[in-house]
């Protein structure tokens, strides 16, 4: 299947920012597990060649993975509005194409509590051995992986199991998870209705999930794109860049939203990246930006 004639999209940048952490880059190929199926797909200048391992419905696939890459949202509109200084400008001209990866409700909800004072090598590690041990072999065109466990596999696999998987004190987090959702007490189908801060809230009802975990889940899977994960990396820019001070967490999310508006998880997914690849980041030259206006 070919999706023609995109623009302001970059595979690379989308599946290699840390939303998603299934994705494997072979040559220039990306091959991930999404809902129970491997998706191989590259890009070729403004064309994506999308395989599946299921027999699909051309039209159904087409319109599924262009949502699960957001490829239906006006990007140049949402960065052309976050773009308000010459900081983030340098962010968006060196990583533009990069979009919010729209991902399946519950494998995110269990990546992100998975994701509590980890590195991505270790969580995709922690997954893996979770999908080999508690889900099923899934192949195509000479790649193997494994589907991630459902919510009543996990259950009624407990917490000792969950724990061998190398999950340390996040299984406790991950099994009371899915007993939820096996009891009804969170509704993913309900979830997905709700706006973004009743979104939020019911997801902080979970076991060990806080704020940034909730965020990440709302940003990374709901589409609430008023939702700003703050992690170390996150708190650390505001206060260099932006702040000049340490502070709180609620002081950054007002300052954050109300600088750069309604798409500020757009903004900080830029900024991250940005310091994540960049290693001067927080240098002289880089901080005197952040006061000048962007050039129109």
């Known amino acids: 299947m070919h999706i ?18 299934r994705w494997n880059r072979i040559d220039n190929t990306y091959y991930g597990v999404v809902e129970g199926r491997i998706i191989k797909i590259c890009q070729e ?24 890459l957001d490829l239906n949202k006006d990007l140049a509109f949402i960065l052309d509005v976050v773009n308000v200084d ?9 990583f533009r194409g990069m979009r919010l990866l729209n991902q399946e409700i519950w494998e995110t909800i269990a990546s992100f509590i998975l994701s509590q004072n980890n590195n991505i090598v270790r969580i995709r590690k922690i997954i893996r051995t979770l999908s080999e041990r508690f889900g099923q072999k899934v192949e195509y065109d ?10 009543n596999t ?10 061998e998987c190398g999950t340390g004190y996040r299984a406790s987090y991950l099994w009371n998870a899915a007993n939820n959702i096996v009891n009804g007490i969170l509704v993913l189908d309900t979830l997905k209705l709700l706006d973004y801060i009743d979104a939020k809230y019911e997801l902080m009802k979970l076991q060990g999930v806080g704020e940034k975990v909730a965020d990440c889940i709302c940003l990374f899977s709901l589409g609430h794109l008023a939702a700003l994960p703050i992690d170390v990396w996150i708190k650390r820019i505001f206060e260099r860049v932006y702040l000049r001070k340490i502070a709180k967490t609620r002081e950054i999310q007002d300052f954050a939203k109300q600088y750069f508006g309604e798409y500020v998880g757009y903004a900080q997914q830029y900024l991250f990246h940005y310091a994540q690849n960049q290693t001067n980041w927080d240098d002289a030259e880089h901080l005197a930006l952040s006061n000048k206006k962007r050039k129109i």
């Open 4 to 21: 023609n004639n995109i623009t302001d999209f970059n595979l690379k940048y989308t599946l290699e920012s840390g939303q998603s952490f």
């Open 142 to 151: 000479g790649y193997v992986d494994y589907t991630f466990p459902t919510p």
């Open 86 to 94: 010459a900081y983030i400008d340098r962010a968006i001209d060196k």
């Open 45 to 68: 200048n403004d064309t994506l060649i999308i395989d599946s391992s299921r027999d699909e419905d051309e039209i159904t696939f087409t319109s599924h993975m262009s949502h699960y």
């Open 154 to 163: 996990l259950a009624n696999a407990g917490i000792d199991k969950i724990f």
